[in-house]
């Protein structure tokens, strides 16, 4: 039987605490806009194109693992939850989006008028991004304290054809561990036997997506906590155009090796 418990508390996010030694964060899958921030966006950034949609649809399975999810309430345009505070750039050199974004990820505007100044960012720094990292290093602490280890699942999806991003069609399942530094090199071969013994999917680890602040962050492999990011093409489980409609069919045939290689990476943290 496994205990959970579900803590709304705080606006920025919504938890489901478990006792596995699994954690899900799901940073990009929020809507929510506060009114003053939703009136300047352009229609284009209104539509919130950049959504990595119906993740906590997809991933729906994560209950009967024990994992703990915590799952953003707000738009990436309000403030993007896997950059550093400060605002430095993921990808030096290379077209990546900001700590709160100007352009979408096909390079239009998302402001109306000017962008947020940097007092604006910093109260939806204070506002929006601190209590979900707070509650993510409260949860992996609480675990930790628990688990000899813990592995941290972040969870993404984005268009699979953005020409500002990366060339031609992204890969379908794209596992990124900061280039071997956030995770155990023995757990991510454990997540990726399941992906190795199939062929329907096209899959790559640390090619254009390593992970992002989340990942390469809390990726502590000598501290216990091991983190891997996953960043999915989209056309796998939904319709990529407006309004972004889930597609039971191709999720019903995706989520099988989504909870395969998810249960891997638990039996791996148990083991330990
Ligand atoms: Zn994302």
């Known amino acids: 039987m496994i205990a959970f418990e579900r803590d709304t508390s705080d606006p920025a996010f919504e938890l489901i605490r478990g006792d596995a030694p699994l954690v899900v964060s799901m940073p990009h899958v929020g809507t929510g806009l506060p009114a003053d921030i939703a009136a300047r966006l352009t229609p284009e950034a209104a539509t919130l194109v950049d959504t990595d949609w119906h993740l906590p649809r997809l991933y729906d399975f994560l209950g009967s693992l024990g994992a703990t999810v915590i799952v953003a309430t707000q738009s990436r345009y309000v403030i993007d939850l896997n ?33 947020p100044t940097d007092t604006q960012i910093a109260e939806r720094r204070e506002r929006w991004w601190r209590p979900y990292h707070d509650a993510l290093s409260g949860e992996l602490a609480r ?13 993404h999806s984005i268009a699979s054809v953005l020409p500002r991003l990366f060339e031609g069609r992204l890969l379908d399942l ?10 155990d090199l023995e757990l991510i ?42 960043e999915m093409a989209q056309a796998i489980y939904m319709d990529e155009s407006a309004p972004f409609a889930f597609d039971a069919a191709l999720s019903a045939r995706l989520r099988p090796l989504l909870q395969a290689c998810l249960g891997r990476a638990l039996d791996w943290a148990l083991k330990g």
């Not at 794209?174 to 995770?183: D, M, Q, R």
């Not at 990942?215 to 906590?225: A, E, I, K, Q």
């Open 143 to 155: 675990l930790r304290a628990q688990h000899p280890r813990v592995v941290l699942w972040d969870a």
């Open 83 to 115: 950059r550093p505070p400060d605002g430095s750039s993921l990808y030096p050199g290379m077209t990546t989006t900001g700590l709160v974004p100007t352009e979408t990820f096909r390079g239009e505007p998302v402001w109306v008028d000017a962008s």
């Open 189 to 230: 071969h454990a997540v990726l036997a399941p992906v190795w013994a199939q062929r329907h999917y096209s899959w790559m680890l640390n090619g254009r997506f390593k992970g992002g602040h989340i990942t390469r962050h809390y990726g502590r492999p000598g501290d216990g906590v091991h983190a891997i990011q996953l």
């Open 174 to 183: 794209n596992f990124g561990t900061a280039s071997g530094a956030a995770c």
